[in-house]
T-cell receptor, first 113, second 110 residues
Framework: SQTIHQWPATLVQPVGSPLSLECTVE??????LYWYRQAAGRGLQLLFY??????ISSEVPQNLSASRPQDRQFILSSKKLLLSDSGFYLC????????????FGDGTRLSIL | QKEVEQNSGPLSVPEGAIASLNCTYS??????FFWYRQYSGKSPELIMF????GDKEDGRFTAQLNKASQYVSLLIRDSQPSDSATYLC??????????FGGGTRLMVKP
């Protein structure tokens, strides 16, 4: 069966510091991968998605970036965090093909001080 | 802008009752529809999906879809306190991306 791992679970970072969140998927190949952010009490905002190695699409302008160095690895990064980057970051995967459901990792709760 | 709308709630039902959660969407080209459950502080968990008009049942859960009215609902029978969570409706649009509603918070009172 497929599993998705996301770490760390919680992170407290000072403003201006860099960020690296990692997500890996097991049990499937060539998945679609997604990064979402959920602000407190709010809905899910799609940040990035990837349909293959090195292929990244950004949904919103921001100071975050994403990379997919391997088929089942997805990384969310920032060079300098802002206070507004606080939130719950979720990685998700789906199978290739139309209208596949997305499955989420456990998430990373990021607090910026 | 493709939108998915849900009443934020909270929807409060007594234990054992039927909880009815509703969702409307704006994109007529939407082809698949999903319900996720999200406990406080946790990530969303897929609980139901539906592709065709009508009802789809899975245990205590029934998803209902009416494409003509652009309306999808989730019924939870015999609601339990453990069902208390936020329920997210998600819709696949023609661009093959999921759009999520803001979620409805359900409270099941013992």
């Amino acid at each position: 069966s497929q599993t998705i791992h996301q770490w760390p679970a919680t992170l407290v970072q000072p403003v201006g510091s860099p960020l690296s969140l990692e997500c890996t998927v097991e049990g499937t190949s060539n998945p679609n991968l997604y990064w979402y952010r959920q602000a407190a009490g709010r809905g899910l905002q799609l940040l990035f998605y990837s349909v293959g190695i090195g292929q990244i699409s950004s949904e919103v302008p921001q100071n975050l970036s994403a990379s997919r160095p391997q088929d089942r690895q997805f990384i969310l990064s920032s060079k300098k965090l802002l206070l507004s980057d606080s939130g719950f970051y979720l990685c998700a995967w789906s199978g290739q093909g139309s209208y596949q459901p997305q499955h989420f990792g456990d998430g990373t709760r990021l607090s910026i001080l | 802008q493709k939108e998915v709308e849900q009443n934020s709630g909270p929807l409060s039902v007594p234990e054992g009752a039927i909880a009815s959660l509703n969702c409307t969407y704006s994109d007529r080209g939407s082809q698949s529809f999903f319900w996720y459950r999200q406990y406080s502080g946790k990530s969303p968990e897929l609980i139901m999906f539906i592709y065709s008009n009508g009802d789809k049942e899975d245990g205590r859960f029934t998803a209902q879809l009416n494409k003509a009215s652009q309306y999808v609902s989730l019924l939870i029978r015999d609601s339990q306190p453990s069902d208390s969570a936020t329920y997210l409706c998600a819709v696949h649009n023609a661009g093959n991306m999921l759009t999520f509603g803001g979620g409805t918070r359900l409270m099941v009172k013992p």
